[in-house]
């Protein structure tokens, strides 16, 4: 799948999984993507994903 056909709300969790693989400080658990992660900056990428994802399921 290319970049082009991602919702924000996609493209925003694609982010924050980066992030955690890349992260020493993130414990999230990839097998459960739904828990907020620990991390300040995963917690901030976590938020603006969620909000992005509600906004898109509320369509
Ligand atoms: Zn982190």
Redesign the pocket.
């Given at each position: 799948m290319s970049a082009a056909t991602l919702t924000p709300a996609q493209k925003a969790f694609g982010e924050l999984a980066d992030?955690?693989i890349l992260?020493p400080?993130?414990k999230v658990d990839l097998g459960r993507p739904v828990d907020p992660?620990e991390?300040p900056?995963?917690m901030e990428r976590y938020r603006s994903w969620f909000l992005l994802w509600r906004r898109e399921v509320r369509r």
């Open positions: 992030h955690c992260c400080g993130c992660p991390c900056e995963a």
